[in-house]
């Protein structure tokens, strides 16, 4: 009853819902998995919230399901109140920004920089014959690429392909936060990247999360990160949440700690 | 001196009407990266129906119009077949082809030639009465050179508009064009319509040359127009000024220059078709070395 009651809860600070989701690959064959049985999630309005979790875990299973990549067998998902269990993904990045592992897939290499922005900066209106690049924007976009500090700024026109992973990944991070969205997804953002390349982009996240007070949710497989940066910590394992800690309590996780959970889990099934 | 001129004048005029078809597969094959096979079923398309349109009476630029927008039609129908249906891109234009054979012979009314001697046809009628006499012998070099001026700008200026960005975008990664929440499939098929619209038009303006419509003429187009762009890209590729929609278009020419040459050196017709295959495996091996070339270049990319 309790749980019944619970479904049909619509609290006005949630900002997502994912309520009773059950999700098996391979339904009926040797291969089934089954991954998700009665998964709930729900993130807070403006909380930053990273998840870590072993191969298989089911962390980027549970984003593509939010952002309509993956398919549920049944289960709810709300975004503001809204179901968006029905949507397309197309239809759901209108409110969802993604920023995924690999830098390619956020930008487009074979546009410049300049015509990259121009075409998210248009997010949410029509896409008609009008010109697509509008010069008076030229300024605007420069200002936000000094944010970034690479100096792309004098580099408008350059072609996004031949741009390192890095600098690439810098720019699909501020060209998918640019216009106003209600979630931010990190799809491991920082895993394709060199250690100093993702230091920066992950510095860069943190200000921008902040500055915009983005509700974020941030997929990591460096528990240093989920440690240090974010307002909640969740540790994926099966298709379960096993450790989800907030504020003090988040606090008092060492990365020493985060580890040797990790690692028991690990070793339970036999990694 | 004079066999030469005629020859080269020749070579022009074919070269610049397929120019037209070259563009048309631009944006298919390049632009969206659909290896778009439907083309070797709107070309014949658009010389029917304008065949067909012009005996019956209509006037010439209308029936370039109307042409271009079969043409584009059947490019929706390929279009939806990939993205409603989830065949692949090869399968759908092959679908479309097929149909076309006999959507093509409904049109000629069962012929698989419909001629139209002596009737109205853009290089005969309306704007050519302005041209001085002794420029009618490259009327249609000229007609056909305007067409493909206009029709190039047009499509430049489109490329430039959001929904052109979008197009580029979409051929180049889709997910990006999910990202800011717009459908690619959608902008798939408004690119393949314009490419078969482009195609079935060359269609039209050959068959006004030729002052006939020939339902077989489709075979082989698509390798045509694929030779045509690929070799066009790579040999004007490097020049920093030149839009890639004049790449295509003299693409074309050096193409036709090309089998023309063969013929003049004594090659029989009957390996004509062997000579394209041969013609368009080159292009396609050396623009594939080019492209490494290119790669290598691309990771001397300066550090973070």
Known sequence: MLKLLNSNRHSNNSIVEMQHIYKTFNKGSVNEVVLFTDFNLNISQGEFVSVVGSNGSGKTTMLNILCGTTEIDSGKIFLKGQDIGK?????????????????????????TILENMSLADNKGSTFGLTPGINKRRIDFFRSQLELLKLGLEDKIDLLVGSLSGGQRQALAL?????????????????????????????????????????????????????????????????????????????????????????????????? | MDVFLSIFN???????????????????YSVL????????????????????????????????IIAFICGAVAGCVTGLLHVKLDITNLLSGIITMMAMWSVNLVVTRGSAVLPYYNQPTIFTSGPIGILPEGLYTYRVVIIAALAVIVLKILLDMYLKTKSGLLLRAAG????????????????????LAIGNGYTALAGSILSQQAESANINSGTGMVVMGLASVIIGLSIFGKVKIMKATTMVVLGAVVYKACLAIAMLLGLPTNFMKLLMAVIFTIALVSSNFMKKGRNKRHAETPEF
């Not at chain 1, 920023?99 to 956020?106: K, R, T």
């Open chain 1, 87 to 111: 949507m397309k993904e197309y239809q759901r990045a209108a409110s969802i920004g993604r920023v995924f592992q690999n830098p390619a897939i956020g930008t487009c290499p074979s546009l």
């Open chain 2, 33 to 64: 990266d659909f290896p778009d096979l439907s083309v070797d079923g709107t070309f014949p398309l658009g010389m029917c129906i304008t065949a067909a349109l012009i005996t019956a009476g209509f006037n010439p630029f209308l029936s370039c």
């Open chain 1, 174 to 271: 501020l060209i998918s936060t640019m216009t106003p969205i209600e979630l931010l997804i990190l799809d491991e953002h920082t895993a394709a990247l060199d250690p100093r390349s993702s230091e920066t982009v992950m510095e860069l996240t943190e200000r921008i999360v902040r500055e915009k007070k983005l509700t974020t949710l941030m997929v990591t497989h460096n528990l240093r990160y989920a440690v240090q940066y974010g307002d909640r910590l969740i540790m994926m394992h099966k298709g379960n949440s096993v450790i989800d800690v907030a504020g003090e309590d988040k606090n008092n996780y060492a990365v020493s700690d985060l580890l040797k959970i990790f690692n028991e889990i690990s070793v339970e099934c036999g990694n």
């Open chain 2, 172 to 191: 180049d990664n889709q997910q990006f064009v999910i990202s800011i929440s717009r459908d690619p499939g959608k902008m798939k098929i408004i690119g």
């Open chain 2, 10 to 28: 020749n070579i022009l005029e074919e070269g610049l009407i397929y120019g037209i078809m070259a563009m048309g597969v631009y944006i298919s």
